[in-house]
């Protein structure tokens, strides 16, 4: 969905090397995830804001954490990248209690 | 918490014929069961979604059944195309409860359709 853009789009960093991944919305929606993708193992959300002043863990938020700049940006960071978390990464956004999300084209980033 | 189960994980069929892709989920409490399709370099995009006070919605080749009693709920497409090879994904979510309304995704069903 072109409301919603993910930069970079391809990464390759270095294992130890801190690296941010950006999503911008102009769907003027609330809510916002970041979603990592493996082969054989679907969607797993790493973290989840409903609003700029409320961050919330997913299932897998180990050695990420989340920024959320303002209500149309919301930035995972990882710390000391490391190999295993090579993987397909998404944002996503929805409004209120909608749930229907919509996601964006995804960065797919490589540890090396 | 939740627990999604998608089967297959690939399926092939023969262009114009059926396909059925099924998810059980594990929380009785889940009433939100959307399905996703995710095209070659592209996210996934909503195709469907049901609630859990519907038993079947359709739109258009594409369906959605729910069995809350056995907790599992399938994606039908009739009538294939090419351009319905993709990956799909279910999900589950309990909706209507602020801080739940989180989705619990399937593993995906590769979907090949053969001209």
């Known amino acids: 969905d072109a409301d919603v853009t993910q930069t970079p789009r391809n990464r390759i960093t270095k294992t130890g090397k801190r690296i941010m991944l950006e999503c911008s919305q102009t769907?003027?929606?609330?809510?916002m995830y970041w979603y990592r993708q493996d082969p054989g193992l679907g969607l797993r959300l790493i973290y989840y804001?409903?609003?700029?002043?409320?961050?919330n863990k997913g299932e897998i938020s180990d050695g990420y954490s989340v920024s959320r700049q303002a209500q149309a940006k919301f930035s995972l960071s990882l710390e000391s990248a490391i190999p295993n978390q090579t993987a397909l990464y998404f944002c996503?956004?929805?409004?209120?209690?909608?749930?229907?999300?919509?996601f964006g084209p995804g960065t797919r980033l490589t540890v090396t | 918490g939740e627990n999604v189960e998608q089967h297959p994980s690939t399926l092939s069929v023969q262009e114009g014929d059926s396909a059925v892709i099924k998810c059980t989920y594990s929380?009785?409490?889940?009433?939100?069961f959307p399905w996703y399709k995710q095209e070659l370099g592209k996210g996934p995009q909503l195709i469907i979604d049901?609630?859990?006070?519907?038993g079947e919605k359709k739109d258009q080749r594409i369906a959605v059944t729910l069995n809350k009693t056995a907790k599992h709920f399938s994606l039908h497409i009739t009538e294939t195309q090419p351009e319905d090879s993709a990956v799909y994904f279910c999900?589950?979510?309990?909706?209507?409860?602020?801080?739940?309304?989180?989705?619990?995704f399937g593993t995906g069903t590769r979907l090949t359709i053969i001209p």
């Open positions: 929380d009785s409490a889940s009433n939100y």
């Open positions: 049901i609630r859990s006070n519907v």
């Open positions: 996503a956004t929805s409004r209120g209690q909608g749930l229907k999300q919509y």
């Open positions: 769907k003027g929606h609330d809510r």
């Open positions: 999900a589950a979510s309990i909706g209507g409860n602020f801080g739940n309304e989180k989705l619990t």
């Open positions: 804001s409903f609003d700029v002043k409320d961050i």
